[in-house]
């Protein structure tokens, strides 16, 4: 039996994507006696949503966790909830699309509760020294976007389903803060090291795994 991870690919001014990176690592590991599969999406509206709806055709997996990176973030965010809205605010994604209060499903509700435990995978991720916290707002941008379309892809279905917003690494956060003149006091943000990305993961799948095994 699989589960699946998937992260993005670099966007923005972002030369790295955490959430790919931890995606790529995960592939061909092992949780809870679960294969997982780890795939790259790709950040463009278009494309990101019919991705994912082949990997789980493909792979019929027993849970889905989606992560993607929210520089500025200080702690693993567990999203609750997807609304059904696209706008990147003024940063379009890799294909150029820039919508603005746009409906990801103008025929889908308005929102999805993610449906793996957030609560507790907070807590599993807490226990083991990853900081973490339950969020409430996935934003609009193609992380929102991946969640909303895989918790109506996969409704009904009772296979669990949620999203990670990552912090920035370490790497990023010297690299912005050199550009930022941090030598001269400037401001420093946030950041993990990918193995509490990675491990984070793990916790999330194996927290859902059990709530459907409860």
Do not use: K, W
């Amino acid at each position: 039996m699989t589960v699946l991870c998937t992260g993005y690919e670099p966007f923005g001014d972002h030369d790295v994507n955490p959430s790919g990176t931890v995606a790529e690592a995960l592939d061909g590991r092992t949780v809870a006696d679960h294969e997982v599969i780890g795939r790259i999406l790709p950040v463009a509206f278009d494309a990101a949503g019919p991705a994912m709806a082949d990997l789980i055709d493909e792979h019929d997996p027993a849970a889905v966790v989606a992560t993607g990176l929210a520089a500025g973030r200080s702690a693993v965010c567990v999203e609750r909830v997807a609304i059904n809205v696209a706008d990147t605010v003024g940063v379009p994604d890799n294909a150029g699309n820039d919508p603005v209060d746009e409906p990801l499903d103008p025929a889908g509700r308005d929102a999805h509760l993610a449906t793996l435990p957030v609560r507790e995978t907070v807590e599993a991720c807490l226990a083991e020294g990853v900081p973490a916290r339950v969020s409430n707002t996935a934003g609009t941008h193609l992380c929102n976007g991946i969640l909303y379309r895989t918790l109506a892809l996969l409704e009904g279905t009772g296979t669990p389903a949620g999203f990670l917003h990552l912090p920035a690494t370490p790497e990023q956060a010297a690299a912005t803060a050199a550009e930022g003149e941090a030598a001269r006091g400037g401001s420093v943000r946030p950041s993990l090291p990918i193995d509490l990305d990675e491990r984070a993961a793990e916790l999330a799948f194996e927290t859902a795994l059990a709530s459907t095994e409860a």
